[in-house]
């Protein structure tokens, strides 16, 4: 048990901090390290812009996506080098978030389906940043139950015709192209008439509407599809096979181990480091000291945990189902943390502006952030089910569609 | 980075599961908790046999020398079967004691026999309710002799020998404490068994009326002495305390596959899918804790101070959590005396105070971070 690199990952990481020391955006170090959880705002500078630079410099010297063959822009770094890369990134590493979706998961996705020259054609400019990608799979309807999506692709000739609508696609505002997931066949059991494709963002007949969330952002869309023609050169899979090429694309969201999961825990540390009650510390008190210890343990077994897995990955392990416990655990733990900051602060907790309220505006960020946490990439009870079935081996939820023709599944719960 | 057991390590642990799932069945715990034995003799001298005992003890001390990562492994196994057995008192903290302060001569007198499972030994440190403090070790040290009580002592009663804290100052300092060596078999002690919410193992008061005391460690160090004593045992207990959460989840989750209801395996209903996926959450925070605990204690590093109070804390949490679920789990079967779950609710709890509660493992691991926060 240590936590050594092998000589071959001490010489990767020794190249990876050079770099990034040569060559990060340092000016905007400390505004990303107080960056709050989903917000990221760099003062008289466009983050887009910000971001797309640095990714273009990383790309220019082979360390944009390094995990990636070196024919479609990477440098063939293995899953724990690509860990390493993550820890040297450190805080630049949020400048990347808007990348994620695209070289998380549409380009592995387009690795396993695409042709060759597709492969080499939409690859590089993934992986450089240059070009943003999003994923259109949830839909009204669907939510958890992404199966029951109702966009349809109909084939015309050479090409299909998409109709139908997309909801919480994530940056689909700014993203030039994106992975769809259709259905072609209606008179099939759901998982088994679906169809993937994926398609310019900029086609005739797409519209995106961006929605306000509740904590006044709006990083999700509503994208709408009105006859838009998608080329059958742009199928992902075979027809109907649609549902097991968009697993390989969440199955590859796991890969995405960070080192460190949100938790909101060192910021909660630091904030009552520094606070004191009618002249005393604050960490004297009983009560504080208890939340707090609390909250450390869960905080130092996630990333205990994600050691773990690197370390089985390490050995050539592929990332399990266990995985899906960072964020079921982070996602509640980081509202908690932030309500009890509030709290902390008594009636002055409720201000939020940074000029009047420096710490509650930060907490208050994490508190309205909180929920989509706990919603997005599956809900905590989603995750649940995940660990009850496929780590703990228990029976999956009763599904009364799962045999029945889609277009024959009840639509409303009350006739 | 390799943050797991070696093979060799986990070969010790298969090697360890196939002895105790032969020699440790559940009823030899009940043998013990119903009064039949005051613990385990068979299992005590299998274990020595095994070379258990004495696996982090330095082979000069007739150990086998191999050390804390595998004494962590065997914990993890015992707490699997709630081993009737004195094991922690004596390897976890009179053995520890005895490394870290003994003396030459203490070492050659006990270590061996510890080893070869011929003594038994304790650590007498409560004096009644109360968390572990300075301020609270009353027993007072006079012409060489103690006189006073401590309880609850764990395995008092079958003990051969006890670590005793004492008071020696009165300046309301930490240095107030030393540590004495009593040979309990020599007179002037005497061992009163106590009934405890655990009774797999025991509990006894201890009173000393002019027993011969003779110093472990320097005088006046005896609190600092205790307190790595106590944090290099927080870790072993929590491997005891992460084996005995796991093996609860497995029961639960085999009882939810077995039993039927409304004509389907309870384990089918998201109701007690989401107990189970919350126990297994616990019970990883806990190993994750626990693991980084035990890379701390086996390098001795700066850190174990700060690792074992969270390792300490995470399993408490993970075991006391998995146990009381399993009775839900199981429903009215699980209240019932001829199941297994009341002996895991049991032992979850006695280990949660074993080695003072959750409010002084909290207490130990903000200071702990403040310190960090402020150097």
């Known amino acids: 048990m240590n936590f050594d690199d092998t000589p071959q990952e001490a010489e990767f990481r020794a190249k990876a901090r050079a770099w990034i020391d040569a060559n990060a955006p340092k000016q905007y170090e400390e505004e990303l390290r107080k960056a709050s959880l989903g917000r990221v705002v760099l003062k008289g500078a466009n983050i887009l812009e910000v971001a797309k630079a640095w990714q273009k410099k990383k790309a220019d010297a082979g360390w944009a996506v390094p995990h990636w063959p070196k024919e479609y822009g990477g440098r063939g770094a293995s899953p724990i080098e690509r860990v390493i890369w993550q820890q040297e990134e450190g805080v630049f590493g949020k400048l990347t978030a808007m990348f994620i979706i695209g070289q998380g998961m549409c380009g592995p996705t387009m690795m396993a389906y695409a042709s060759e020259e597709q492969k080499r054609h939409y690859l590089p400019p993934l992986g450089s940043g240059e070009k943003i990608w999003c994923q259109l799979f949830s839909e009204p309807a669907g939510g958890s139950d992404v199966a029951g999506l109702r966009t349809r692709a109909e084939k015309d000739g050479d090409d299909w015709i998409i109709n139908g609508q997309k909801i919480w696609t994530s940056g689909a505002h700014y993203s030039d192209y994106g992975i769809l997931i259709t259905r072609t066949d209606p008179t099939v059991p759901k998982h088994k008439g679906l169809t993937m494709f994926f398609l310019d963002m900029k086609s005739e007949g797409v519209e995106v509407r961006p929605i306000k969330q509740a904590n006044g952002n709006s990083d999700f869309n509503e994208v709408y599809f009105t006859n838009v023609r998608i080329p059958d050169s742009q199928r992902l899979g075979a027809v109907g096979d649609g549902w097991n090429v968009s697993l390989t694309t969440l199955m590859n969201e796991r890969m995405s181990i960070g080192a460190n999961v949100a938790t909101g825990f060192p910021e909660l540390f630091d904030y009552c480091s520094s606070l004191t009650f009618d002249g005393a510390p604050a960490l004297d008190d009983r009560a504080v000291r208890s939340k707090l210890a609390n909250w450390a343990v869960k905080a130092s077994g996630l990333r205990y945990t994600s050691f773990r897995s690197i370390s089985a990955l390490s050995k050539g392990q592929r990332p399990g189902p266990e995985n899906s416990i960072g964020k079921l655990v982070a996602g509640s733990m980081i509202q908690e943390v932030a309500m009890y900051a509030l709290d902390l602060q008594g009636a002055a907790g409720v201000l939020s502006g940074p000029e009047d309220a420096e710490v509650a505006g930060r907490f208050q960020a994490m508190l309205l952030r909180s929920p989509a946490t706990r919603v997005e990439g599956g809900t905590d009870e989603i995750l649940r089910n995940i660990i009850a079935e496929r780590v703990l081996g228990l029976p999956g939820d009763i599904r009364v569609d799962k045999d029945v023709p889609f277009n024959q599944i009840p639509t409303k719960g009350r006739a | ?375």
Request: glycine share 10%.
């Open chain 2, 1 to 375: 980075m390799n943050f797991d057991f070696s093979d060799d390590q986990k070969q010790l642990r298969d090697q360890a599961r196939r002895f105790l799932a032969e020699k440790c069945q559940p009823k030899a715990v009940r043998a013990v908790l119903e009064g039949k034995a005051d613990y385990d003799r068979d299992l005590w001298k299998g274990l020595a046999e095994m070379g258990f005992l004495g696996v982090a003890i330095p082979e000069e001390y007739g150990g086998t020398g191999a050390g804390h990562l595998e004494l962590c492994v065997i914990a993890e196994e015992l707490g699997r079967v709630l081993a009737p057995v004195p094991f922690s008192s004596t390897v976890y903290l009179a053995a520890e004691a005895l490394l870290l302060a003994g003396s030459e001569e203490q070492k050659q007198k006990w270590l061996p026999k510890i080893s070869s499972g011929d003594a038994i030994g304790t650590l007498a440190l409560f004096e009644g309710t109360g968390n572990p403090s300075p301020a609270a070790v009353k027993l007072a040290v006079s012409n060489g002799t103690l006189t006073g009580a401590k309880k609850p002592v764990a395995d008092g009663a079958i003990a051969d020998f006890a670590i005793v804290a004492a008071r020696t100052g009165n300046s309301g300092r930490e240095t107030d404490v030393s540590l004495f060596l009593v040979d309990l078999k020599a007179g002037g002690v005497t061992a009163k068994p106590l009934q405890n919410v655990d009774p797999s193992r025991q509990q006894a008061e201890l009173t000393f009326a002019g027993a011969k005391a003779e110093p472990l460690g320097a005088a006046n160090e005896g609190w600092s002495i205790l307190s790595r004593v106590m944090d290099r045992a927080a870790v072993l207990i929590a491997f005891e305390q992460v084996g005995g959460a796991d093996r609860a989840l497995e029961m639960g989750r085999d009882y939810a596959l077995d039993r039927i209801a409304f004509g389907r395996q309870i384990g089918s209903f998201q109701a007690i899918k989401h107990i189970l996926a919350d126990m297994y959450v616990s019970a990883t925070l806990a190993r994750s804790n626990s693991y980084y605990g035990a890379w701390a204690l086996s390098t001795d590093a700066a850190e174990l101070p700060e690792a074992a109070a969270a390792a300490r804390i995470s399993a408490t949490q993970a075991f006391q959590h998995c146990a009381k679920q399993n009775i839900q789990v199981h429903g009215g079967m699980g209240f019932t005396w001829e199941f297994d779950c009341h002996l895991y609710y049991r032992r979850s709890n006695a280990l949660a105070l074993s080695l003072g509660s959750q409010s002084y493992w909290e207490d130990q691991l903000i200071d702990r971070m403040r310190q960090k926060n402020a150097a």
